[in-house]
Protein backbone atom coordinates (compact mmCIF):
# COMPACT_ATOMS: atom_id res chain seq x y z
CA UNK A 1 0.00 0.00 0.00
CA UNK A 2 0.89 3.71 -0.83
CA UNK A 3 1.54 6.35 1.87
CA UNK A 4 -1.78 8.30 2.49
CA UNK A 5 -0.61 11.51 0.48
CA UNK A 6 -0.82 14.95 3.08
CA UNK A 7 -2.72 18.21 2.98
CA UNK A 8 -6.21 18.99 3.36
CA UNK A 9 -7.72 18.89 -0.45
CA UNK A 10 -10.02 21.67 0.49
CA UNK A 11 -6.83 23.99 1.12
CA UNK A 12 -4.86 22.95 -1.65
CA UNK A 13 -7.94 23.69 -4.15
CA UNK A 14 -8.95 26.95 -2.32
CA UNK A 15 -4.88 27.58 -2.97
CA UNK A 16 -5.09 27.08 -6.66
CA UNK A 17 -8.27 29.06 -7.09
CA UNK A 18 -6.32 31.69 -5.44
CA UNK A 19 -4.09 31.94 -8.20
CA UNK A 20 -6.22 33.09 -10.93
CA UNK A 21 -9.66 34.53 -8.49
CA UNK A 22 -11.37 36.34 -11.54
CA UNK A 23 -11.58 33.49 -13.57
CA UNK A 24 -14.70 31.71 -13.50
CA UNK A 25 -14.84 28.62 -11.00
CA UNK A 26 -18.56 27.43 -12.11
CA UNK A 27 -21.34 27.92 -14.52
CA UNK A 28 -24.66 26.81 -13.95
CA UNK A 29 -28.14 27.77 -14.91
CA UNK A 30 -28.53 30.84 -12.43
CA UNK A 31 -25.30 32.62 -13.75
CA UNK A 32 -21.18 32.00 -12.79
CA UNK A 33 -18.99 32.42 -9.77
CA UNK A 34 -15.50 33.40 -9.99
CA UNK A 35 -13.07 31.88 -8.33
CA UNK A 36 -12.57 34.21 -5.64
CA UNK A 37 -16.19 34.30 -5.34
CA UNK A 38 -16.48 30.87 -4.67
CA UNK A 39 -13.65 30.95 -2.45
CA UNK A 40 -15.63 33.56 0.10
CA UNK A 41 -18.40 31.30 0.19
CA UNK A 42 -16.58 28.33 1.01
CA UNK A 43 -14.53 29.84 3.51
CA UNK A 44 -17.51 31.73 5.22
CA UNK A 45 -19.61 29.13 5.44
CA UNK A 46 -16.56 26.90 6.70
CA UNK A 47 -16.18 30.02 9.43
CA UNK A 48 -19.81 29.35 10.46
CA UNK A 49 -20.16 25.70 10.68
CA UNK A 50 -16.53 25.62 13.30
CA UNK A 51 -18.43 28.27 15.20
CA UNK A 52 -21.43 25.29 15.99
CA UNK A 53 -18.61 22.65 17.34
CA UNK A 54 -20.07 22.08 21.23
CA UNK A 55 -17.22 20.40 24.15
CA UNK A 56 -14.87 19.87 21.10
CA UNK A 57 -17.17 17.12 19.34
CA UNK A 58 -16.86 16.76 15.12
CA UNK A 59 -19.82 18.13 13.66
CA UNK A 60 -22.07 16.34 11.01
CA UNK A 61 -23.16 18.12 8.50
CA UNK A 62 -25.71 16.65 6.14
CA UNK A 63 -26.57 18.73 2.60
CA UNK A 64 -29.54 18.82 1.38
CA UNK A 65 -29.89 20.82 -1.71
CA UNK A 66 -30.76 20.69 -5.19
CA UNK A 67 -28.62 18.71 -7.57
CA UNK A 68 -25.69 20.04 -9.27
CA UNK A 69 -25.77 23.64 -7.82
CA UNK A 70 -22.39 25.54 -6.66
CA UNK A 71 -23.94 25.24 -2.97
CA UNK A 72 -24.11 21.55 -2.92
CA UNK A 73 -19.75 22.15 -3.49
CA UNK A 74 -19.67 24.94 -0.82
CA UNK A 75 -21.07 23.40 1.27
CA UNK A 76 -18.90 20.10 1.48
CA UNK A 77 -15.79 21.94 0.93
CA UNK A 78 -17.47 24.22 4.11
CA UNK A 79 -17.72 21.73 6.22
CA UNK A 80 -14.67 19.06 5.35
CA UNK A 81 -13.14 22.74 5.78
CA UNK A 82 -14.18 23.02 9.28
CA UNK A 83 -12.78 19.48 10.41
CA UNK A 84 -17.15 18.07 9.54
CA UNK A 85 -18.20 14.81 8.34
CA UNK A 86 -20.30 15.22 5.29
CA UNK A 87 -23.59 13.73 4.47
CA UNK A 88 -25.55 14.48 1.28
CA UNK A 89 -29.58 13.44 1.67
CA UNK A 90 -30.68 14.25 -2.07
CA UNK A 91 -30.34 10.90 -3.35
CA UNK A 92 -28.78 7.54 -3.09
CA UNK A 93 -28.87 7.63 -7.13
CA UNK A 94 -25.64 8.12 -8.79
CA UNK A 95 -27.33 9.08 -11.98
CA UNK A 96 -30.79 9.80 -12.04
CA UNK A 97 -31.57 13.06 -9.63
CA UNK A 98 -34.93 12.49 -9.98
CA UNK A 99 -35.01 9.67 -7.90
CA UNK A 100 -35.43 11.18 -4.45
CA UNK A 101 -34.36 9.62 -1.20
CA UNK A 102 -37.58 8.60 1.25
CA UNK A 103 -38.27 11.31 3.78
CA UNK A 104 -38.19 8.24 6.09
CA UNK A 105 -35.26 7.36 4.81
CA UNK A 106 -33.37 10.46 4.92
CA UNK A 107 -34.93 10.64 8.71
CA UNK A 108 -32.90 7.56 9.76
CA UNK A 109 -30.03 8.96 7.95
CA UNK A 110 -29.70 12.04 10.24
CA UNK A 111 -30.47 9.98 13.03
CA UNK A 112 -27.69 7.20 12.60
CA UNK A 113 -24.64 9.76 11.74
CA UNK A 114 -26.05 12.01 14.51
CA UNK A 115 -26.42 15.05 12.42
CA UNK A 116 -25.48 18.22 14.26
CA UNK A 117 -26.54 20.57 11.28
CA UNK A 118 -29.00 20.21 8.52
CA UNK A 119 -27.73 23.10 5.51
CA UNK A 120 -30.35 23.24 2.79
CA UNK A 121 -30.82 25.56 0.12
CA UNK A 122 -34.64 27.31 -0.14
CA UNK A 123 -36.07 24.92 -2.32
CA UNK A 124 -35.54 22.43 0.07
CA UNK A 125 -36.24 24.36 3.47
CA UNK A 126 -39.91 22.79 3.76
CA UNK A 127 -38.60 19.69 3.52
CA UNK A 128 -35.72 20.36 5.67
CA UNK A 129 -38.29 21.42 8.47
CA UNK A 130 -40.87 18.23 8.62
CA UNK A 131 -37.33 15.69 8.52
CA UNK A 132 -36.78 17.25 11.58
CA UNK A 133 -39.91 17.02 13.40
CA UNK A 134 -40.03 13.81 15.66
CA UNK A 135 -36.43 13.57 16.14
CA UNK A 136 -35.32 13.56 19.52
CA UNK A 137 -32.08 15.77 18.70
CA UNK A 138 -33.13 17.59 15.51
CA UNK A 139 -30.41 19.32 13.93
CA UNK A 140 -29.49 23.10 13.70
CA UNK A 141 -31.06 24.17 10.14
CA UNK A 142 -28.42 26.46 8.02
CA UNK A 143 -28.38 27.80 4.54
CA UNK A 144 -25.84 29.53 2.13
CA UNK A 145 -27.97 32.31 2.38
CA UNK A 146 -30.23 34.07 5.03
CA UNK A 147 -33.24 32.54 5.07
CA UNK A 148 -35.35 32.17 8.07
CA UNK A 149 -34.71 33.59 11.32
CA UNK A 150 -34.27 29.85 12.84
CA UNK A 151 -31.93 29.37 9.89
CA UNK A 152 -28.14 29.53 10.38
CA UNK A 153 -26.98 31.62 7.31
CA UNK A 154 -23.90 30.28 6.62
CA UNK A 155 -22.70 33.41 4.45
CA UNK A 156 -22.11 35.44 7.56
CA UNK A 157 -19.39 34.07 8.46
CA UNK A 158 -16.07 35.70 8.59
CA UNK A 159 -13.94 34.26 5.60
CA UNK A 160 -11.03 36.25 7.07
CA UNK A 161 -11.24 33.61 10.48
CA UNK A 162 -10.38 30.77 8.38
CA UNK A 163 -6.27 30.08 7.88
CA UNK A 164 -5.78 27.46 5.72
CA UNK A 165 -2.44 26.86 6.31
CA UNK A 166 -3.42 25.68 9.88
CA UNK A 167 -6.38 23.51 8.92
CA UNK A 168 -5.82 20.40 10.77
CA UNK A 169 -5.70 17.09 8.58
CA UNK A 170 -7.84 14.61 9.47
CA UNK A 171 -6.41 11.80 6.72
CA UNK A 172 -7.96 8.40 8.43
CA UNK A 173 -11.43 10.35 9.52
CA UNK A 174 -14.92 10.32 7.38
CA UNK A 175 -14.78 13.47 4.98
CA UNK A 176 -18.55 11.93 3.46
CA UNK A 177 -20.54 9.40 4.03
CA UNK A 178 -22.02 8.21 0.76
CA UNK A 179 -25.27 6.60 0.75
CA UNK A 180 -25.87 3.72 -1.96
CA UNK A 181 -29.34 2.14 -2.44
CA UNK A 182 -29.13 -1.96 -2.15
CA UNK A 183 -31.52 -4.13 -3.75
CA UNK A 184 -33.33 -4.07 -0.59
CA UNK A 185 -33.60 -0.72 -0.62
CA UNK A 186 -32.45 0.22 2.70
CA UNK A 187 -29.43 2.77 2.09
CA UNK A 188 -25.58 1.68 3.28
CA UNK A 189 -23.94 4.75 4.36
CA UNK A 190 -19.86 4.43 2.71
CA UNK A 191 -17.46 6.14 4.61
CA UNK A 192 -14.95 7.73 2.71
CA UNK A 193 -11.45 9.06 4.46
CA UNK A 194 -10.40 12.53 4.12
CA UNK A 195 -7.33 11.30 2.74
CA UNK A 196 -8.93 9.57 -0.55
CA UNK A 197 -10.36 12.82 -1.46
CA UNK A 198 -6.61 14.42 -1.17
CA UNK A 199 -5.49 11.38 -3.42
CA UNK A 200 -8.13 12.06 -6.06
CA UNK A 201 -6.52 15.42 -6.81
CA UNK A 202 -3.27 14.45 -7.03
CA UNK A 203 -3.44 13.93 -10.89
CA UNK A 204 -5.51 17.15 -11.82
CA UNK A 205 -2.20 18.84 -9.17
CA UNK A 206 0.43 17.20 -11.61
CA UNK A 207 -1.06 17.06 -15.05
CA UNK A 208 -0.46 20.47 -15.87
CA UNK A 209 -3.90 20.10 -18.03
CA UNK A 210 -6.69 22.57 -17.13
CA UNK A 211 -10.16 20.73 -17.57
CA UNK A 212 -13.47 21.64 -18.35
CA UNK A 213 -15.54 19.26 -16.59
CA UNK A 214 -19.35 19.32 -17.71
CA UNK A 215 -20.97 17.95 -14.31
CA UNK A 216 -24.28 15.47 -15.66
CA UNK A 217 -23.92 13.22 -13.15
CA UNK A 218 -24.58 14.37 -9.15
CA UNK A 219 -21.15 15.64 -7.59
CA UNK A 220 -22.78 14.63 -4.57
CA UNK A 221 -22.25 11.43 -5.27
CA UNK A 222 -18.84 9.34 -6.14
CA UNK A 223 -18.65 11.30 -9.21
CA UNK A 224 -18.26 14.13 -6.83
CA UNK A 225 -14.28 13.50 -6.86
CA UNK A 226 -14.07 14.74 -10.86
CA UNK A 227 -15.42 18.36 -9.43
CA UNK A 228 -12.37 18.73 -6.92
CA UNK A 229 -10.17 17.36 -9.32
CA UNK A 230 -11.77 19.90 -11.79
CA UNK A 231 -11.42 22.49 -9.55
CA UNK A 232 -7.62 21.38 -8.42
CA UNK A 233 -6.82 22.00 -12.42
CA UNK A 234 -7.33 25.51 -12.42
CA UNK A 235 -10.31 24.57 -14.36
CA UNK A 236 -14.24 25.32 -14.40
CA UNK A 237 -17.27 23.40 -13.69
CA UNK A 238 -20.19 23.30 -15.64
CA UNK A 239 -23.22 22.16 -13.79
CA UNK A 240 -26.62 20.32 -15.63
CA UNK A 241 -29.60 19.23 -13.04
CA UNK A 242 -29.42 16.13 -15.45
CA UNK A 243 -28.36 14.39 -18.23
CA UNK A 244 -30.30 15.44 -22.12
CA UNK A 245 -28.27 13.91 -25.15
CA UNK A 246 -29.09 17.47 -27.07
CA UNK A 247 -28.31 20.10 -24.43
CA UNK A 248 -24.89 18.16 -23.64
CA UNK A 249 -23.97 18.80 -27.51
CA UNK A 250 -25.01 22.14 -27.15
CA UNK A 251 -22.69 22.79 -24.24
CA UNK A 252 -20.01 20.91 -25.39
CA UNK A 253 -19.70 23.60 -28.56
CA UNK A 254 -20.29 26.55 -26.79
CA UNK A 255 -18.53 26.22 -23.03
CA UNK A 256 -15.74 24.42 -24.49
CA UNK A 257 -16.24 21.49 -22.90
CA UNK A 258 -13.03 19.09 -22.37
CA UNK A 259 -14.15 16.17 -20.09
CA UNK A 260 -17.36 14.57 -19.03
CA UNK A 261 -18.64 11.69 -17.26
CA UNK A 262 -21.56 9.64 -18.38
CA UNK A 263 -23.38 5.89 -16.88
CA UNK A 264 -23.20 4.09 -20.30
CA UNK A 265 -27.31 4.61 -20.62
CA UNK A 266 -26.42 7.83 -21.62
CA UNK A 267 -23.55 7.37 -23.82
CA UNK A 268 -25.84 5.35 -25.38
CA UNK A 269 -28.51 8.14 -25.96
CA UNK A 270 -25.56 10.47 -26.95
CA UNK A 271 -24.31 7.97 -29.74
CA UNK A 272 -28.14 7.82 -30.51
CA UNK A 273 -28.66 11.97 -30.87
CA UNK A 274 -29.09 12.78 -34.58
CA UNK A 275 -26.61 15.62 -33.66
CA UNK A 276 -23.61 13.76 -32.56
CA UNK A 277 -22.26 13.38 -35.81
CA UNK A 278 -22.36 17.17 -37.09
CA UNK A 279 -21.27 18.56 -33.42
CA UNK A 280 -18.72 20.49 -32.82
CA UNK A 281 -16.52 18.01 -30.58
CA UNK A 282 -13.03 19.36 -30.90
CA UNK A 283 -13.04 20.86 -27.53
CA UNK A 284 -13.55 16.74 -25.99
CA UNK A 285 -11.36 15.13 -25.03
CA UNK A 286 -12.21 12.44 -22.50
CA UNK A 287 -15.54 10.62 -22.14
CA UNK A 288 -15.46 9.00 -19.34
CA UNK A 289 -18.36 6.43 -18.59
CA UNK A 290 -18.75 4.56 -15.50
CA UNK A 291 -21.22 2.66 -13.07
CA UNK A 292 -21.62 -0.61 -14.83
CA UNK A 293 -20.23 -2.15 -18.04
CA UNK A 294 -20.77 -0.97 -21.56
CA UNK A 295 -22.00 -3.37 -24.50
CA UNK A 296 -18.77 -4.15 -26.62
CA UNK A 297 -21.06 -3.44 -29.96
CA UNK A 298 -22.59 -0.26 -29.05
CA UNK A 299 -18.62 0.25 -27.57
CA UNK A 300 -17.80 -0.30 -31.29
CA UNK A 301 -20.36 2.31 -32.44
CA UNK A 302 -19.11 4.98 -29.67
CA UNK A 303 -15.51 4.87 -31.07
CA UNK A 304 -16.38 5.36 -34.88
CA UNK A 305 -17.95 8.38 -33.50
CA UNK A 306 -16.21 9.61 -30.62
CA UNK A 307 -12.13 8.49 -31.69
CA UNK A 308 -10.04 8.30 -28.72
CA UNK A 309 -11.41 9.60 -26.40
CA UNK A 310 -13.48 6.54 -24.36
CA UNK A 311 -12.37 5.78 -20.86
CA UNK A 312 -13.52 3.35 -18.96
CA UNK A 313 -13.70 3.13 -15.12
CA UNK A 314 -15.24 0.19 -13.53
CA UNK A 315 -15.31 0.13 -9.39
CA UNK A 316 -17.74 0.38 -6.39
CA UNK A 317 -18.35 3.24 -3.77
CA UNK A 318 -16.57 0.87 -1.54
CA UNK A 319 -13.10 0.34 -3.68
CA UNK A 320 -13.25 3.44 -5.36
CA UNK A 321 -11.66 2.64 -9.65
CA UNK A 322 -10.33 -0.96 -9.52
CA UNK A 323 -9.92 -1.18 -13.64
CA UNK A 324 -8.98 1.20 -16.43
CA UNK A 325 -9.62 0.80 -20.51
CA UNK A 326 -7.55 3.24 -21.57
CA UNK A 327 -8.45 5.58 -25.19
CA UNK A 328 -6.32 2.86 -27.39
CA UNK A 329 -7.49 -0.09 -25.98
CA UNK A 330 -11.08 0.42 -27.04
CA UNK A 331 -9.99 0.24 -30.33
CA UNK A 332 -9.43 -3.63 -29.98
CA UNK A 333 -12.51 -5.11 -30.10
CA UNK A 334 -11.47 -7.99 -27.88
CA UNK A 335 -11.06 -5.67 -25.13
CA UNK A 336 -13.76 -3.97 -25.18
CA UNK A 337 -15.30 -6.91 -23.82
CA UNK A 338 -13.43 -5.99 -21.17
CA UNK A 339 -13.27 -3.24 -18.53
CA UNK A 340 -9.55 -2.69 -18.68
CA UNK A 341 -6.83 -3.45 -16.44
CA UNK A 342 -6.52 -2.69 -12.10
CA UNK A 343 -4.86 0.71 -11.68
CA UNK A 344 -4.13 1.18 -7.75
CA UNK A 345 -5.73 -1.63 -6.70
CA UNK A 346 -5.33 -5.32 -6.05
CA UNK A 347 -7.68 -7.63 -8.16
CA UNK A 348 -8.01 -11.28 -7.48
CA UNK A 349 -10.94 -13.78 -8.26
CA UNK A 350 -12.28 -15.99 -5.27
CA UNK A 351 -14.30 -19.34 -5.59
CA UNK A 352 -17.75 -17.56 -4.08
CA UNK A 353 -18.08 -20.54 -1.44
CA UNK A 354 -14.70 -21.44 -0.43
CA UNK A 355 -13.02 -18.32 -0.81
CA UNK A 356 -10.33 -20.03 -2.67
CA UNK A 357 -8.16 -17.60 -5.10
CA UNK A 358 -9.36 -19.14 -8.38
CA UNK A 359 -6.45 -19.36 -11.77
CA UNK A 360 -6.76 -17.20 -14.67
CA UNK A 361 -9.51 -17.68 -16.87
CA UNK A 362 -12.04 -18.69 -14.01
CA UNK A 363 -15.03 -16.97 -12.82
CA UNK A 364 -15.66 -16.26 -9.06
CA UNK A 365 -16.41 -13.21 -6.82
CA UNK A 366 -13.99 -10.02 -8.06
CA UNK A 367 -12.19 -9.03 -4.83
CA UNK A 368 -10.14 -6.08 -4.16
CA UNK A 369 -7.18 -4.69 -1.90
CA UNK A 370 -6.62 -1.07 -2.60
CA UNK A 371 -5.19 2.53 -1.14
CA UNK A 372 -8.90 3.49 -2.00
CA UNK A 373 -10.84 1.29 0.24
CA UNK A 374 -13.87 3.02 2.29
CA UNK A 375 -13.16 2.97 6.07
CA UNK A 376 -16.39 0.59 6.64
CA UNK A 377 -20.19 1.04 6.22
CA UNK A 378 -21.61 3.48 8.64
CA UNK A 379 -23.02 2.21 11.96
CA UNK A 380 -23.01 -1.09 10.44
CA UNK A 381 -19.48 -3.27 12.26
CA UNK A 382 -20.85 -6.87 10.89
CA UNK A 383 -21.83 -6.08 7.29
CA UNK A 384 -18.42 -4.21 6.86
CA UNK A 385 -16.58 -7.32 8.64
CA UNK A 386 -18.72 -9.73 5.98
CA UNK A 387 -17.64 -7.30 3.05
CA UNK A 388 -14.19 -6.64 4.62
CA UNK A 389 -11.98 -10.14 5.36
CA UNK A 390 -8.13 -10.88 6.02
CA UNK A 391 -8.16 -7.11 3.76
CA UNK A 392 -10.03 -8.29 0.53
CA UNK A 393 -13.41 -5.95 0.11
CA UNK A 394 -15.66 -8.81 -1.68
CA UNK A 395 -17.70 -6.49 -4.60
CA UNK A 396 -20.02 -9.04 -5.07
CA UNK A 397 -19.75 -8.68 -8.74
CA UNK A 398 -18.75 -11.89 -11.04
CA UNK A 399 -15.92 -11.64 -12.93
CA UNK A 400 -12.47 -13.37 -14.53
CA UNK A 401 -9.13 -12.18 -15.21
CA UNK A 402 -6.98 -13.02 -18.56
CA UNK A 403 -3.62 -14.14 -18.77
CA UNK A 404 -2.61 -9.86 -19.77
CA UNK A 405 -4.29 -8.89 -16.38
CA UNK A 406 -7.60 -7.37 -18.23
CA UNK A 407 -10.63 -7.97 -15.88
CA UNK A 408 -14.41 -9.18 -17.32
CA UNK A 409 -17.35 -8.49 -15.81
CA UNK A 410 -19.96 -11.61 -15.68
CA UNK A 411 -22.64 -9.87 -13.62
CA UNK A 412 -23.73 -9.77 -9.99
CA UNK A 413 -23.03 -12.78 -7.65
CA UNK A 414 -26.70 -12.39 -6.50
CA UNK A 415 -28.20 -12.29 -10.03
CA UNK A 416 -27.36 -16.03 -11.60
CA UNK A 417 -30.50 -17.69 -13.05
CA UNK A 418 -30.82 -21.15 -12.44
CA UNK A 419 -33.56 -22.14 -15.31
CA UNK A 420 -33.86 -24.61 -17.71
CA UNK A 421 -30.90 -26.89 -15.80
CA UNK A 422 -28.44 -24.50 -16.41
CA UNK A 423 -27.10 -21.61 -14.53
CA UNK A 424 -27.49 -18.34 -16.62
CA UNK A 425 -25.75 -14.84 -16.11
CA UNK A 426 -27.85 -11.76 -16.80
CA UNK A 427 -25.16 -10.15 -18.43
CA UNK A 428 -24.80 -13.12 -21.26
CA UNK A 429 -27.90 -12.66 -22.40
CA UNK A 430 -27.84 -8.80 -22.00
CA UNK A 431 -24.84 -8.97 -24.74
CA UNK A 432 -25.97 -11.10 -26.87
CA UNK A 433 -29.57 -8.75 -27.47
CA UNK A 434 -27.51 -6.09 -27.72
CA UNK A 435 -25.60 -7.67 -30.48
CA UNK A 436 -28.69 -6.95 -32.73
CA UNK A 437 -28.70 -4.29 -34.19
CA UNK A 438 -32.44 -3.38 -33.60
CA UNK A 439 -31.60 -3.06 -30.02
CA UNK A 440 -30.80 0.10 -28.31
CA UNK A 441 -30.94 -1.21 -24.53
CA UNK A 442 -31.36 -4.13 -22.95
CA UNK A 443 -31.58 -5.62 -19.07
CA UNK A 444 -32.27 -9.13 -18.51
CA UNK A 445 -33.54 -10.56 -14.98
CA UNK A 446 -34.87 -13.36 -13.15
CA UNK A 447 -38.31 -13.40 -12.27
CA UNK A 448 -39.99 -16.71 -9.78
CA UNK A 449 -43.17 -17.96 -9.71
CA UNK A 450 -45.45 -19.40 -7.02
CA UNK A 451 -43.65 -22.54 -7.30
CA UNK A 452 -40.40 -20.70 -6.50
CA UNK A 453 -38.99 -22.00 -10.09
CA UNK A 454 -36.87 -19.30 -12.13
CA UNK A 455 -37.30 -17.71 -15.51
CA UNK A 456 -35.42 -15.73 -17.63
CA UNK A 457 -37.05 -11.99 -18.49
CA UNK A 458 -35.93 -9.39 -20.45
CA UNK A 459 -36.95 -5.83 -21.18
CA UNK A 460 -35.68 -4.38 -24.39
CA UNK A 461 -35.20 -0.26 -25.30
CA UNK A 462 -35.49 -0.54 -29.37
CA UNK A 463 -34.21 1.57 -31.90
CA UNK A 464 -35.72 -0.05 -35.00
CA UNK A 465 -38.96 -2.26 -34.92
CA UNK A 466 -38.21 -5.89 -34.42
CA UNK A 467 -40.44 -8.17 -32.32
CA UNK A 468 -40.11 -10.18 -29.01
CA UNK A 469 -39.84 -13.65 -31.08
CA UNK A 470 -36.64 -12.28 -33.90
CA UNK A 471 -35.00 -11.11 -30.72
CA UNK A 472 -35.52 -14.74 -28.88
CA UNK A 473 -34.38 -16.54 -31.74
CA UNK A 474 -31.48 -14.29 -32.08
CA UNK A 475 -30.25 -15.08 -28.55
CA UNK A 476 -30.92 -18.70 -29.00
CA UNK A 477 -28.58 -18.37 -32.19
CA UNK A 478 -25.91 -16.52 -30.32
CA UNK A 479 -25.93 -18.62 -26.90
CA UNK A 480 -27.93 -21.57 -26.82
CA UNK A 481 -32.00 -21.76 -27.15
CA UNK A 482 -31.96 -22.44 -23.06
CA UNK A 483 -30.25 -18.74 -23.04
CA UNK A 484 -33.53 -17.10 -25.08
CA UNK A 485 -35.49 -15.22 -22.80
CA UNK A 486 -39.10 -17.04 -21.50
CA UNK A 487 -40.37 -13.38 -22.12
CA UNK A 488 -39.57 -10.19 -23.83
CA UNK A 489 -41.42 -6.72 -23.47
CA UNK A 490 -39.99 -3.23 -24.60
CA UNK A 491 -40.04 0.11 -23.17
CA UNK A 492 -38.51 3.72 -24.30
CA UNK A 493 -36.77 3.78 -21.44
CA UNK A 494 -35.21 1.54 -18.84
CA UNK A 495 -35.72 2.39 -14.95
CA UNK A 496 -32.35 3.09 -13.26
CA UNK A 497 -31.56 1.95 -9.81
CA UNK A 498 -29.30 4.28 -6.98
CA UNK A 499 -26.24 2.78 -8.95
CA UNK A 500 -27.03 4.08 -12.26
CA UNK A 501 -27.91 0.28 -13.53
CA UNK A 502 -31.01 -1.12 -14.72
CA UNK A 503 -33.53 -1.01 -11.88
CA UNK A 504 -34.19 -4.74 -12.03
CA UNK A 505 -35.65 -5.22 -8.49
CA UNK A 506 -38.28 -2.74 -10.61
CA UNK A 507 -38.63 -4.68 -13.49
CA UNK A 508 -39.43 -7.96 -11.86
CA UNK A 509 -41.71 -6.60 -9.52
CA UNK A 510 -43.52 -5.15 -12.69
CA UNK A 511 -43.61 -8.40 -14.51
CA UNK A 512 -45.32 -10.04 -11.29
CA UNK A 513 -48.33 -7.04 -11.49
CA UNK A 514 -48.59 -7.78 -15.22
Avoid at 220 to 232: E, F, P
Avoid at 425 to 452: F, G, I, K, N, W
Wanted: some cysteine.
Amino acid sequence: MTKPPTGHYVSTILEVLGREPERTAVRFSGGSLTAAEFTRSVLAAADAVAGTATDGVRPVVAILTEINTPATLILRYAANLAGAMVVHLHSTNAVDPTDQLAERHRRTILGATGTTVLAVDAANLPLARRLLEGLDRPPLLAAPEPLADDVLDLSAGDPGAVDLTAVAELPDEPAVVLYTSGSTGAPKGIAVPFHLRRRYIEAALTSGETIVYLATLPVSHSTGGMADNTLASGGTIVFHSGFDAGRFLDTVESDGISLAVLSPSQLYQLLDHPRVHTADLSSLKGVMYVGSPASPSRLAEAVKILGERLVQFYGTTETGGITMLGPAEHFDPELRRTVGRPMMAEVAIHEPDTDRVLPTGETGEICVRSPLTMLGYWGEPELTARTIRDGWLHTGDLGSLDDKGYLRIHGRLAEVIKAHGIKIRPSTVEQALLSHPAVAQAAVYCVVDADRREFVHAVVVPRDDVTADALSEHVATELSEKHAPDVIRFRDRLPLDGAGKPDKVFLAAEDKVL
